[in-house]
């Protein structure tokens, strides 16, 4: 069955997408030695952790249930994420309680679960470690690293899709040719932006010359639960790790996988200068910084002087 623009329409799978799984195992190496103790995804975008924009963008989106993907030594973040702590007493006695306006409300619109991975095995291990979480349902990844500033939230454009037309669909952007070999790259034809198109495959790291396009999956995904059968029949790749990229490829070859170039912009917080950028714009928000931080921009353009 299909709909007006090709895109096949499963029966039986026409299922609101209410749970969201956020792989959050790895080792945040590239953010060393800043994460030898904390986890990345609690590394404050201003004055709140990553992972809080990617729960708003969550609870925009409609989603109810968060199934956490936790390395046993990331328990810091289901601490965050839970009711009460050791600050809380303090705070009510110094009437600062209202400062945790912004995380009460992200618990009381989302229900969140772990799971865990003992092992950075890889991005597709991390979502295969939900796979008991998430049961038999369509369902959303969002990786913390990737923040999205949009309109309308990313998560919600993929979302709003899927409720038209139910298939799996990963989020592009186009990257420059010298970066394509960092990223999971699509087979397809981009038209437009906001169109989704179709991927007849995905290539992970294509070597430079090599790539299909220059559409790399960024983190925002609609998946079916199929997807975990695939991951368990798949092998590790060339680094011992089980790639969600080649989960998806299959999904593609079998006509199902949608690539879909977002509206927004994405920052990639996972790395130092995507994270020093982000702060920054994120800081511009802010209307008590907005005018200083100008004023130290326009003061750092003048004095500085080309080596
Ligand atoms: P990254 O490769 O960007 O994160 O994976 P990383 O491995 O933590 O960071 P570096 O490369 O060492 O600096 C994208 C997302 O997938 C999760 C990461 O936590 C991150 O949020 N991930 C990755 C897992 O949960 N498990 C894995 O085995 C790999």
């Known amino acids: 069955m299909q709909d007006g623009d090709g895109r096949p329409r499963t029966p039986g799978r026409d299922v609101k ?66 009711p009460g702590g050791p600050v809380i007493h303090a705070l009510a006695e110094r009437g600062q309680l209202s400062r945790l306006d912004t995380l009460n409300r992200i618990l009381g619109s989302l229900k969140f679960t772990v799971a865990y991975q003992d092992e950075p095995l890889g991005l597709g291990h991390a979502v295969w470690c939900g796979k008991d979480a998430i049961g038999n349902e369509p369902f959303a990844v969002i990786l913390p690293d990737d923040l999205v500033r949009s309109k309308v939230p990313c998560l919600r454009q993929m979302v709003e899709l899927y409720e038209q037309t139910p298939a799996s669909y990963v989020a592009v952007e186009k990257v420059p040719e010298n970066r394509v070999h960092l990223y999971g790259i699509v087979d397809g034809t981009f038209e437009a932006v906001q169109k989704p198109f179709a991927a007849k495959n995905l290539v992970e ?12 999956v960024i983190g925002r995904y609609i998946l079916g639960p199929e997807i975990f ?18 989960a998806l490829a299959v999904v593609a070859q079998k006509g199902g996988l949608f690539a879909y170039p977002f509206e927004g912009i994405r920052h990639d917080v996972g790395q130092p200068l995507g994270f020093v950028e982000a702060n920054l714009i994120y800081a511009m928000d802010h209307s008590e910084m907005a005018e200083p931080l100008r004023a130290l921009m326009r003061e750092l353009l003048q004095n500085s002087s080309p080596k």
């Open 17 to 82: 997408i209410r749970k969201a799984l956020i792989p959050a195992a790895g080792l945040g190496t590239r953010l060393l030695p800043a994460t030898k103790v904390v986890p990345k995804e609690l590394l404050p975008i201003v004055h709140r952790p990553a992972l809080e924009y990617i729960a708003d963008e969550l609870v925009a989106s409609g989603i109810e249930e968060v199934v956490l993907i936790l390395h046993p030594v990331k328990e810091s973040i289901s601490g965050h994420f839970s």
């Open 205 to 216: 790291k294509p070597a430079p010359g090599s790539a299909p396009s220059q559409q790399a």
């Open 229 to 246: 059968g695939i991951l368990e029949g798949l092998s590790k790749g060339s680094l011992g790790e089980l790639q969600l990229t080649d």
